[in-house]
């Protein structure tokens, strides 16, 4: 027994090691068989993605080309315009362009996510001339799940280098956003085998014309629509561009007035006006600019000795005079568009923005020549039947059930809120009163924000799209929505304030304790309309 083998044990040694060989053997087997079915379904998978892949690339659609169908995995993905996007799902690409007319190249781009789709369809805006994919929207959609559209409007490379091309004009103003539309529905159709539950469109400033052009010409589009900004009275936005340039650049030269000036005049209105427009102490903002009652005379006067940041010479008192009266028509007086809003901090380049001037008086134009009463003339005739969204009758959009979530900032110095306030006050006009228009579109005035965001005050307008959602699809109407300003390089305090908005006529006022807190305000009906309007010529 001492050290020498046993042999019982022996044997059952033998039978322990033949078992577990037994077992490894039938494991092996077993792994194998797993291991063959994953590779079989792995190439049914991709066999099965490569034929949903050739089936959308053999769609044929009138008048389209697809020039790109790939799965992008989930991950990061640098989009055509070289920026990384991070922490995307998977989803399938498809780039196309579409040519309603012989002289139209419109290019359109549709993300459809490949196991997070909510079962909605989002078509979203751009901004100024257009002519580049926006792939921040594109971004912002596909991570919330919808399948997400956005289009070049039909100006790529730029909206200089269409001048002769009129057919691409009517693409940039309402077809190009509507074939974007019934396009990618086209295709999500055939990639999901199954239409979309809604339809969503969100845009600002160009986007916001977008917005408004599809509810007016397209109601059937779309269920929800977010606008934001409208730069729909279009021809006559731009000349109030032209106007600021004359104002400020009268000779193509160094500006008239410094930017350190505009915010001066900023800086006396707001002590002058702030807590009375609505505000709360400390507010580096208007609430409501309307209630501000302006007279330039009333600035500060430099003498000759002091002439600085603190006071105006006589010369930058006519500037602002002229800066705040708007375009007129020289021969009639008729208001062609509204003034900039009072409280901007600084005057937004514009020179970018006369584009349309060239399309139709030529590559050279000169801003300084331009004649505000024939020249607004011609320019209406030729542009605005195709670029201008001023019709108020919005009734077909009401009657099949869609809403109108439309937003703008009081500071914005790019597209006025003037105009905004003035169409929807047409809307409530052709509607036969406030209640009636609310029940389907409202309006929010957001004090503080500049274009589409940022600015001295209210900063972010979030959760738009799942406001819009909850009123199309649940029946919760909007009403209070607490929105931030957010510290711009603070990214552990971001929130600077919050606070309620209202749909206009009401603003938040202030009515004591935290100004930071949303429950130190109350909705406070401020008046209706308030605001300088364009004459009816103007209005088409």
């Given at each position: 027994?001492?050290?020498?083998?046993?042999?019982?044990?022996?044997?059952?040694?033998?039978?322990?090691?033949?078992?577990?060989?037994?077992?490894?053997?039938?494991?092996?087997?077993?792994?194998?068989?797993?291991?063959?079915?994953?590779?079989?379904?792995?190439?049914?998978?991709?066999?099965?993605?490569?034929?949903?892949?050739?089936?959308?690339?053999?769609?044929?659609?009138?008048?389209?080309?697809?020039?790109?169908?790939?799965?992008?995995?989930?991950?990061?993905?640098?989009?055509?315009?070289?920026?990384?996007?991070?922490?995307?799902?998977?989803?399938?690409?498809?780039?196309?362009?579409?040519?309603?007319?012989?002289?139209?190249?419109?290019?359109?781009?549709?993300?459809?996510?490949?196991d997070t789709w909510n079962e909605r369809f989002l078509g979203t805006g751009t901004g100024g001339g257009a002519g580049y994919i926006s792939y921040d929207a594109m971004t912002g959609g596909i991570t919330q799940g919808f399948a997400t559209a956005n289009t070049d409007m039909g100006t790529s490379p730029g909206a200089d280098k269409i001048i002769d091309f009129p057919e691409r004009w009517a693409d940039f103003g309402y077809r190009a956003t509507h074939m974007m539309t019934v396009l990618s529905k086209a295709i999500l159709n055939v990639y999901y085998e199954r239409p979309a539950k809604y339809s969503y469109f969100e845009g600002c400033s160009t986007g916001g014309e977008q917005a408004l052009m599809e509810a007016q010409r397209y109601p059937d589009d779309y269920n929800g629509i977010v606008v934001g900004a409208p730069a729909n009275n279009r021809t006559h936005l731009h000349t109030l561009f032209v106007h600021i340039l004359n104002v400020i650049n009268p000779d193509h030269q160094k500006a008239v007035i410094s930017q350190s000036k505009?915010?001066?005049?900023?800086?006396?209105?707001?002590?002058?006006?702030?807590?009375?427009?609505?505000?709360?102490?400390?507010?580096?903002?208007?609430?409501?600019?309307?209630?501000?009652?302006?007279?330039?005379?009333?600035?500060?006067?430099?003498?000759?000795?002091?002439?600085?940041?603190?006071?105006?010479?006589?010369?930058?008192?006519?500037?602002?005079?002229?800066?705040?009266?708007?375009?007129?028509?020289?021969?009639?007086?008729?208001?062609?568009?509204?003034?900039?809003?009072?409280?901007?901090?600084?005057?937004?380049?514009?020179?970018?923005?006369?584009?349309?001037?060239?399309?139709?008086?030529?590559?050279?134009?000169?801003?300084?020549?331009?004649?505000?009463?024939?020249?607004?003339?011609?320019?209406?005739?030729?542009?605005?039947?195709?670029?201008?969204?001023?019709?108020?009758?919005?009734?077909?959009?009401?009657?099949?059930?869609?809403?109108?979530?439309?937003?703008?900032?009081?500071?914005?110095?790019?597209?006025?809120?003037?105009?905004?306030?003035?169409?929807?006050?047409?809307?409530?006009?052709?509607?036969?009163?406030?209640?009636?228009?609310?029940?389907?579109?409202?309006?929010?005035?957001?004090?503080?924000?500049?274009?589409?965001?940022?600015?001295?005050?209210?900063t972010e307008f979030g959760h738009k799209l799942n406001t819009m959602m909850d009123w199309v699809e649940k029946g919760i109407v909007p009403d209070k929505i607490v929105v931030t300003a957010l510290n711009c390089c603070d990214t552990i305090n971001r929130n600077r304030f919050q606070r309620p908005i209202f749909p206009y006529p009401k603003f938040p006022d202030y009515i004591g304790g935290n100004p930071n807190l949303p429950s130190s305000y109350t909705g406070k009906n401020h008046p209706r309309g308030a605001v300088l309007k364009p004459d009816e010529l103007y209005l088409k």
């Open positions: 027994m001492n050290g020498l083998p046993q042999k019982g044990v022996a044997k059952v040694v033998g039978v322990q090691s033949i078992e577990h060989t037994n077992k490894f053997k039938l494991n092996m087997k077993k792994n194998f068989i797993v291991l063959v079915i994953l590779v079989v379904f792995a190439r049914l998978n991709a066999q099965a993605a490569d034929d949903v892949l050739s089936k959308i690339r053999g769609i044929n659609l009138p008048g389209v080309t697809i020039t790109a169908v790939e799965e992008i995995p989930a991950g990061n993905f640098t989009t055509p315009d070289g920026k990384k996007r991070t922490n995307l799902p998977a989803f399938i690409r498809v780039a196309f362009t579409s040519k309603p007319t012989s002289q139209s190249n419109i290019r359109i781009e549709l993300w459809m996510p490949k505009m915010e001066l005049l900023s800086r006396l209105l707001v002590q002058k006006y702030g807590i009375k427009s609505g505000g709360a102490p400390g507010d580096d903002f208007l609430t409501d600019p309307r209630l501000c009652h302006f007279d330039a005379e009333s600035l500060p006067v430099c003498t000759d000795e002091s002439n600085n940041d603190s006071c105006f010479s006589a010369a930058e008192i006519a500037v602002l005079k002229k800066l705040y009266e708007g375009p007129v028509n020289p021969r009639t007086g008729n208001r062609i568009y509204a003034p900039l809003p009072l409280g901007g901090t600084r005057i937004v380049s514009v020179l970018p923005h006369i584009y349309m001037f060239k399309w139709v008086f030529g590559k050279d134009f000169d801003y300084t020549k331009f004649d505000f009463d024939r020249d607004m003339q011609k320019m209406d005739s030729i542009l605005g039947p195709v670029l201008n969204a001023n019709n108020p009758d919005l009734s077909a959009m009401k009657k099949r059930g869609g809403k109108i979530l439309m937003f703008t900032g009081t500071a914005d110095q790019l597209v006025p809120a003037p105009d905004a306030i003035n169409y929807y006050e047409r809307v409530i006009k052709a509607q036969g009163g406030l209640k009636q228009t609310q029940s389907f579109f409202r309006f929010y005035l957001i004090p503080g924000m500049a274009h589409c965001g940022g600015g001295p005050g209210i």
